[in-house]
């Protein structure tokens, strides 16, 4: 307690001094009431995945919003609600769950506390029936990756050698499935279009179904999975997997001339796998956290349901970093130009999982 | 943790044959359940002061403080003080009584939330110490958590009855599962020998996947959700609740309370009690006075299942209201410690239940409010089981001769 009146006051000091300074900026005597508050789920906030993302998102927002902080970390599925419970006890203005295994403790305290605000990340909100529902002061983040992975897709198939791609998950749920519809429909366009025939390894569009390690954790379970996928022929793997991707780059290593994407972030920065990384389906699950705690504070907070697409820039295909020479310019071109006609909304991607 | 490998320690020394060798894990048992209480309280003690200096460490500003201790030793010792008293009166003020909340209720709630976090660990921890007792190593508390909770969850949105009898079939659903589930390790334990630490062991990523599986199919889970999670239970099914609103204190704690009282009566009153602990003491001993030692292991491993089984239900039943991958958590083998807390007895395990309850609930606001890393209270119910089991581990490796008054204990 002492900690939290010692930093308000300071934060208050430097308040008076910037003011004092003639910035006359009217948002500081806000920032200092405003406590913002994330609850992990049992990945916690190193896990290289969403609940890192969030943690990044909420850190900026300390930095650039000058708003309190206060952070909770689940170790399973009954830490949900006390965590949650525990947030709104400290008056916490907005608090954002991390994960759909959170929606019904967010839900819950949305409902019991309308005069705070909820946010939930990758997940929308749902009845008993799974069907959608809004709740007024609880807005879910959740983000269309599958736009950005057709990129990759086409990206994929432009640069295999051998004529198959492969790609796997962590657990099949809908926020990474979508991943791996998008992968399917963009190799299917790169095939339409030029006459070829690169296949698809790890996953049935159609069907449903594919391959996957079993959770977001066993790091050998993603390399013997890529050892397979390669043994296959695929020399393009996209791990959809958080940390399980880990195991698939050090099986991409080994084998020669096998390249990756990466997902949620750009690979190229936060992994030591540049090398191999042609370029990454990037989530920006941090710049839509940071946005919604800025929207909050202006009090202009809504229960519109934050869609990250490929127009808004909440998803996107991470640049090619070393790979740039490699990639031909008529391929570049054409992404780009894929990339337009989604956005212009000339070419829709459909997945079974596309957040409605 | 270290108890899991403990049995294997003392066989390698000897070359015994496959008969000798269930002769030698309850004389481990006995030693690490003959220890005193003051043990276990100067564990708790040690661990707490250990739990302290790491709280320090892992603090930016005590760091910080330290890096001028000879400049002003003062102010070094100060944030250090304050530090590990904010982050425990946190954890105390999580667990018993907040006096910084805003109404009464909010102030004494913290307490029945620990009540909450510790029932599924009495009654879990009343499976594993009773197995403990009659010489069994059961490491499936997982596993029978799971399939308990499963089948208790299942059938408190399959089926639509009305409240109370709705209830009972559900818990009763739970402990035909954990039984089944702790059976089949007690079968293949009696009938071919098979250790019932393996076996319960992979039983327990049987039940995860198993329940992994089931809930990707939308026969089972009742819901469209894509996501793997059931759906939400019949309110009819619900352990309904002790207090009004904002406390989560439900009919599972009366449960563990009978279940408490139920186990001591069975080891202290009942015929079939002693045969069990006759078992677990020497198992060649009762088999001698005529005790079938395949139908007691048999039987204990499914009353340890069953009431496993039961905590499942009641964090299904009575917190969790949903079925997902992660609904027994980490209550499994929590419950290990808990009844080695508790030295194996009734009464025991439930106390160590509800000081684990307690951390647990009191590491939330500790986390929350002051920053303190979650692994910190992990850290220290680790190192309590740790000092516990450490020096009957230490005597039996050295074999140092065990203090002969120990031995009457049990």
Same mark, same amino acid.
């Given at each position: 307690?002492?900690?939290?009146?010692?930093?308000?006051?300071?934060?208050?000091?430097?308040?008076?001094?910037?003011?004092?300074?003639?910035?006359?900026?009217?948002?500081?005597?806000?920032?200092?009431?405003?406590?913002?508050?994330?609850?992990?789920?049992?990945?916690?906030?190193?896990?290289?995945?969403?609940?890192?993302?969030?943690?990044?998102?909420?850190?900026?927002?300390?930095?650039?919003?000058?708003?309190? %902080?206060?952070? *909770?970390?689940?170790?399973?599925?009954?830490?949900?609600?006390?965590?949650? $419970?525990?947030?709104?006890?400290?008056?916490?203005?907005?608090?954002?769950?991390?994960?759909?295994?959170?929606?019904? *403790?967010?839900?819950?305290?949305?409902?019991?506390?309308?005069?705070?605000?909820?946010?939930?990340? $990758?997940? +929308?909100?749902?009845?008993?029936?799974?069907?959608?529902?809004?709740? $007024?002061?609880?807005?879910?983040?959740?983000?269309?990756?599958?736009?950005?992975?057709?990129?990759?897709?086409?990206?994929?198939?432009?640069?295999?050698?051998?004529?198959?791609?492969? +790609?796997?998950?962590?657990?099949?749920?809908?926020?990474?499935?979508?991943?791996?519809?998008?992968?399917? @429909?963009?190799?299917?366009?790169?095939? %339409?279009?030029?006459?070829?025939?690169?296949?698809?390894?790890?996953?049935?569009?159609?069907?449903?179904?594919?391959?996957?390690?079993?959770?977001?954790?066993?790091?050998?379970?993603?390399?013997?999975?890529?050892?397979?996928?390669?043994?296959?022929?695929?020399?393009?793997?996209?791990?959809?997997?958080?940390?399980?991707?880990?195991?698939?780059?050090?099986?991409?290593?080994?084998?020669?001339?096998?390249?990756?994407?990466? /997902?949620?972030?750009?690979?190229?920065?936060?992994?030591?796998?540049?090398?191999?990384?042609?370029?990454?389906?990037?989530?920006?699950?941090?710049?839509?956290?940071? $946005?919604?705690?800025?929207?909050?504070?202006?009090?202009?907070?809504?229960?519109?349901?934050?869609?990250?697409?490929?127009?808004?820039?909440?998803?996107?295909?991470?640049?090619?970093?070393?790979?740039?020479?490699?990639?031909?310019?008529?391929?570049?071109?054409?992404?780009?130009?894929?990339?337009?006609?989604?956005?212009?909304?000339?070419?829709?991607?459909?997945?079974?999982?596309?957040?409605? | 943790?270290?108890?899991?490998?403990?049995?294997?320690?003392?066989?390698?020394?000897?070359?015994?044959?496959?008969?000798?060798?269930?002769?030698?894990?309850?004389?481990?048992?006995?030693?690490?359940?003959?220890?005193?209480?003051?043990?276990?309280?100067?564990?708790?003690?040690?661990?707490?002061?250990?739990?302290?200096?790491?709280?320090?460490?892992?603090?930016? %500003?005590?760091?910080?403080?330290?890096?001028?201790?000879?400049? *002003?030793?003062?102010?070094?010792?100060?944030?250090?003080?304050?530090? /590990?008293?904010?982050?425990?009166?946190?954890?105390?003020?999580?667990?018993?009584?907040? &006096?910084?909340?805003?109404?009464?209720?909010?102030?004494?709630?913290?307490?029945?939330?620990?009540?909450?976090?510790?029932?599924?660990?009495?009654?879990?921890?009343?499976?594993?110490?009773?197995?403990?007792?009659?010489?069994?190593?059961?490491?499936?508390?997982?596993?029978?958590?799971?399939?308990? *909770?499963?089948?208790?969850?299942?059938?408190?949105?399959?089926?639509?009855?009305?409240?109370?009898?709705?209830?009972?079939?559900?818990?009763?659903?739970?402990?035909?599962?954990?039984?089944?589930?702790?059976?089949?390790?007690?079968?293949?334990?009696?009938?071919?020998?098979?250790?019932?630490?393996?076996?319960?062991?992979?039983?327990?990523?049987?039940? !995860?996947?198993?329940?992994?599986?089931?809930?990707?199919?939308? &026969?089972?889970?009742? +819901?469209?959700?894509?996501?793997?999670?059931?759906? +939400?239970?019949?309110?009819?099914?619900?352990?309904?609740?002790?207090?009004?609103?904002?406390?989560?204190?439900?009919?599972?704690?009366?449960?563990?309370?009978?279940?408490?009282?139920?186990? &001591?009566?069975?080891?202290?009153?009942?015929?079939?009690?002693?045969?069990?602990?006759?078992?677990?003491?020497?198992?060649?001993?009762?088999?001698?006075?005529?005790?079938?030692?395949?139908?007691?292991?048999?039987?204990?491993?499914?009353?340890?299942?069953?009431?496993?089984?039961?905590?499942?239900?009641?964090?299904?039943?009575?917190?969790?209201?949903?079925?997902?991958?992660?609904?027994? !958590?980490?209550?499994?083998?929590?419950?290990?410690?808990?009844?080695?807390?508790?030295?194996?007895?009734?009464?025991?395990?439930?106390?160590?239940?509800?000081?684990?309850?307690?951390?647990?609930?009191?590491?939330?606001?500790?986390?929350?409010?002051?920053?303190?890393?979650? @692994?910190?209270?992990?850290?220290?119910?680790?190192?309590?089981?740790?000092?516990?089991?450490?020096?009957?581990?230490?005597?039996?490796?050295?074999?140092?001769?065990?203090?002969?008054?120990?031995?009457? %204990?049990?």
């Amino acid at each position: 307690m002492k900690k939290l009146v010692s930093a308000v006051s300071i934060a208050a000091a430097s308040a008076l001094v910037l003011s004092a300074c003639g910035s006359g900026d009217s948002g500081d005597s806000k920032a200092e009431d405003f406590l913002g508050c994330m609850v992990s789920d049992s990945g916690g906030w190193d896990d290289q995945s969403f609940n890192q993302s969030g943690r990044e998102g909420m850190q900026a927002a300390v930095d650039n919003l000058g708003i309190e %902080e206060s952070l *909770a970390e689940s170790q399973g599925d009954a830490d949900f609600k006390p965590n949650v $419970d525990n947030m709104i006890q400290q008056g916490c203005n907005l608090t954002f769950g991390v994960g759909f295994l959170l929606e019904d *403790a967010i839900q819950e305290a949305a409902e019991a506390n309308t005069d705070l605000n909820f946010a939930l990340i $990758d997940s +929308t909100f749902s009845d008993a029936d799974g069907n959608p529902v809004t709740i $007024d002061n609880a807005k879910p983040l959740v983000f269309n990756t599958a736009e950005a992975a057709y990129l990759a897709g086409y990206v994929a198939a432009a640069s295999s050698e051998s004529g198959k791609v492969g +790609t796997f998950g962590g657990i099949q749920i809908p926020s990474v499935t979508i991943f791996m519809d998008g992968f399917a @429909d963009g190799v299917k366009k790169y095939n %339409e279009e030029n006459k070829k025939d690169v296949k698809l390894l790890g996953w049935d569009k159609e069907k449903q179904d594919g391959s996957f390690s079993g959770d977001f954790e066993n790091q050998g379970q993603g390399q013997a999975l890529t050892k397979q996928l390669i043994s296959q022929g695929a020399d393009v793997i996209m791990p959809v997997a958080g940390p399980v991707g880990l195991g698939a780059a050090a099986a991409a290593k080994e084998a020669k001339d096998v390249k990756l994407i990466w /997902v949620d972030s750009d690979g190229y920065e936060s992994t030591e796998y540049g090398d191999i990384i042609l370029t990454s389906v990037v989530k920006q699950i941090a710049n839509a956290v940071e $946005d919604t705690i800025g929207e909050a504070q202006d009090g202009n907070f809504s229960s519109e349901p934050y869609v990250g697409t490929l127009e808004n820039e909440g998803v996107g295909l991470a640049p090619y970093h070393e790979f740039k020479d490699e990639v031909p310019e008529d391929v570049k071109k054409k992404v780009e130009e894929l990339k337009k006609k989604i956005i212009d909304g000339s070419l829709t991607v459909d997945s079974e999982s596309t957040p409605k | 943790m270290t108890t899991d490998t403990s049995p294997a320690a003392p066989s390698p020394a000897p070359p015994p044959s496959a008969e000798a060798e269930p002769g030698k894990e309850p004389n481990l048992l006995q030693e690490i359940l003959s220890g005193s209480w003051l043990v276990s309280v100067l564990a708790i003690v040690a661990a707490l002061v250990l739990g302290g200096v790491l709280i320090a460490v892992s603090n930016a %500003e005590v760091v910080e403080a330290a890096k001028n201790i000879f400049a *002003a030793p003062g102010s070094f010792f100060s944030t250090l003080f304050s530090t /590990v008293g904010d982050a425990y009166s946190a954890l105390f003020r999580g667990a018993v009584f907040d &006096w910084n909340a805003r109404t009464t209720e909010r102030a004494i709630r913290p307490l029945t939330e620990s009540l909450v976090s510790g029932t599924p660990l009495i009654l879990t921890g009343l499976g594993i110490a009773l197995a403990f007792r009659s010489g069994l190593f059961n490491i499936g508390g997982q596993g029978q958590v799971i399939l308990g *909770a499963t089948i208790a969850g299942y059938l408190g949105y399959a089926l639509h009855l009305p409240p109370v009898v709705h209830m009972l079939i559900a818990a009763i659903g739970g402990i035909i599962g954990g039984a089944i589930w702790a059976g089949i390790a007690g079968v293949l334990k009696a009938r071919t020998g098979a250790n019932e630490v393996i076996v319960t062991i992979m039983l327990n990523s049987i039940a !995860g996947y198993l329940l992994g599986y089931l809930l990707k199919q939308n &026969w089972f889970t009742h +819901t469209t959700s894509a996501n793997p999670q059931s759906r +939400t239970l019949d309110d009819s099914s619900h352990m309904f609740m002790l207090l009004p609103s904002p406390f989560r204190l439900h009919f599972g704690f009366i449960i563990a309370i009978l279940a408490t009282i139920f186990v &001591w009566w069975l080891l202290e009153r009942s015929t079939i009690g002693f045969e069990f602990k006759a078992v677990g003491a020497n198992p060649h001993a009762a088999r001698t006075a005529g005790i079938s030692v395949s139908k007691v292991t048999i039987l204990v491993m499914i009353v340890a299942g069953a009431l496993a089984g039961l905590g499942g239900a009641a964090q299904v039943l009575g917190t969790e209201f949903k079925l997902t991958g992660g609904i027994s !958590g980490s209550i499994g083998f929590d419950a290990i410690t808990v009844a080695l807390l508790g030295r194996s007895k009734p009464l025991g395990t439930f106390l160590a239940g509800l000081l684990f309850g307690a951390f647990k609930a009191g590491g939330y606001l500790m986390q929350s409010q002051t920053g303190t890393p979650i @692994d910190i209270v992990l850290v220290v119910q680790s190192v309590i089981v740790l000092l516990i089991a450490a020096p009957p581990l230490v005597r039996s490796i050295f074999r140092l001769p065990a203090p002969a008054l120990k031995r009457k %204990e049990s």
